[in-house]
């Protein structure tokens, strides 16, 4: 018998009695990130954000004034890409750049009122994400997974860095 959730519905957990091996993990975890990505987008639409706009807000508000390229370095994404982000954010009212007070060669990015003000709107989309991804999992088996996650981001980033520092040789 299912879990009653609160959306009043039972939900039955399907037991997969699939053999998976490790060649299964790249596309099963692709394929995760990838509905993960088009949930939250759908969610962030009324807020009239699009894709990847979150993160630069959800940086912003926690480290506001960051360069362009500061903001790229932290979000794993290029320069360029940044930059078109920031453009697009700046014409929705989200983001203003401003000139650094102390060193007018460098162009910092600050949030809006209406860029703070998604925060919130960020934080829900997201949850009802989280919240749906993870229907019938035990607080344990979240724990679980979170931990097994990051584990595998540190592994490919202290890859990523051992990489880059070869090509620096």
């Known amino acids: 018998?299912?879990?009653?959730?609160?959306?009043?519905?039972?939900?039955?957990?399907k037991k997969d009695q699939t053999e998976y091996t490790l060649?299964?993990?790249?596309?099963?975890l692709t394929q995760a990130a990838r509905s993960m990505r088009t949930v939250l987008s759908r969610n962030l639409l009324e807020s009239g954000l699009y894709a990847g706009q979150d993160g630069v807000i959800l940086s912003l508000a926690e480290s506001d004034g960051m360069t362009a390229g500061g903001?790229?370095?932290?979000?794993?994404?290029?320069?360029?890409?940044?930059?078109?982000?920031?453009?697009?954010?700046?014409?929705?009212?989200?983001?203003?750049?401003?000139?650094?007070a102390e060193d007018a060669r460098l162009t910092k990015v600050y949030l809006t009122e209406l860029g703070r003000g998604s925060v919130q709107a960020i934080e829900l989309a997201a949850s009802s994400c989280d919240k749906l991804?993870?229907?019938?999992?035990?607080?344990?088996?979240?724990?679980?997974?979170?931990?097994?996650?990051?584990?595998?981001?540190?592994?490919?980033?202290?890859?990523?860095?051992h990489v880059d520092e070869d090509e620096e040789d």
């Open 23 to 28: 060649a299964d993990l790249s596309p099963a």
């Open 1 to 13: 018998m299912g879990k009653k959730h609160k959306d009043g519905k039972k939900h039955k957990k």
């Open 133 to 161: 991804a993870t229907i019938d999992f035990s607080e344990k088996e979240i724990r679980n997974l979170v931990r097994l996650l990051k584990a595998i981001d540190a592994n490919l980033q202290a890859e990523a860095m």
């Open 71 to 100: 903001l790229a370095q932290k979000l794993g994404v290029k320069a360029p890409t940044m930059t078109r982000t920031i453009g697009r954010m700046e014409a929705q009212g989200f983001l203003e750049r401003k000139p650094d």
